[in-house]
């Protein structure tokens, strides 16, 4: 399993660069096959902090690699098609953008916090970057929305005041494109106080069924983008501090920044690893270099990073909750071949060993014994919880 991350906003707001800057890697040369899938399905990574320092290895990764004890591991992150006003309705690139955004697991909401392009991505000043975040929050509830009622329509017509089993099931089945089940229907339902009686629900109640569906199914961050700006640092302020947009993550962010960090660390002129909040100059560079190099330093010092990678790692681990797991062995690290800790998963939060053991292969799954902790070299259950960075051994009948 692979996490896609989904980036989404209105045009020119800097979804290009920001997808460009965060799949433009340092990825040392035949370290393993890297496909480009498509022009917009791109690779990004995540950070996590290595486990084989812990067990005095070096590890040597399939997939993604590590820097100074830091693993980057691959996950894939789509560039999205700009959204306009009306794409529910097929507006614009309205269809292709609603199936791409449907396969993204999670979204980065590329905003930009400069209100140097309106609406619709045209240059303007002062536009006020809480429209975009509620334009782009409206239209995909209005697209739930149009699923949401047609479900409602063929419960309707089949089922004529049967129980509330039944409004489940339909309304799972309707909205099982976004990823949901029947439990989870019913949970948001029952949230919302609704009553399993869909003839009942007005306008407000469907569409506030159809955020809460949204909002379960699609979980978001919003990258302030283009935060280098004066004018967005003025808008940063007043829009984090707004109580309106309390229920939001921000991560400040300077896509250009990452970008030409990125592109100098290529031509090895400065030595940046991906999320760090400074970098070393490492070559002769002109004064106009340097000076521009300098204005990104103030920058990432500033914000801790350009935000690039941390709007990343921030929508992955804490918007919709993932954690990475180890394979290691309790009695050695190393394989036959001497290679350690070749993989780290990305593991929905809350993974036991057995959910662990059938994401790598339904006969371990089946097999499976129990787990070892290789830190503390004790058994896990087949149920046991597995923490963040965990490094576990599967024990199984084979
Ligand atoms: N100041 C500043 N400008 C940026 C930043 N990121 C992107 N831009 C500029 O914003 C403009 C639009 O960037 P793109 O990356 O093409 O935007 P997009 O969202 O992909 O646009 P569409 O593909 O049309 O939807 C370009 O002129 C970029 O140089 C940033 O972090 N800071
Ligand atoms: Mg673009």
Redesign the pocket.
Known sequence: MSYKIG?V????????????AATMNDVPEGAYPFTTIDPSVGEAYVRVECAAPEFDETCTPDTGYCKEGTRYVPTKLV?V???VPGAHEGRGLGNQFLTDLNEADVLVH?V?F?GT?DIE?ENTEGHDPREDIDFLENELDQWYVGILEKGIEKFQNRYQGQDELAIEVELAEQMSAFGINKDEVKKLVLRLDLGFEPEAWDEDDREALAREIRQYTKPMVIAA?????PA?QANWEEITTDPDYDHLTFVP???????ALKNAAEQDVVDYHAGDDDFDIVADVSEEQEQGLEQIREFVTEFGGTGVQQAIETALFDELGVIAVFPGGAEAMGDDQGRVMRDCFLLPEGSTTSDFAYHLHSDIGDGLLHGLNCRTKRQMGGDTELDHREVVELVTTS
Do not use: I, Y
């Open positions: 980036l906003g209105k045009p020119s707001v800097g979804k290009s660069t920001f997808f460009n560039d098609a700009g959204l590329v930009d400069s392009t991505g983008n283009k935060m280098d700006t967005a962010a300077s896509a250009h920044a990452e970008k």
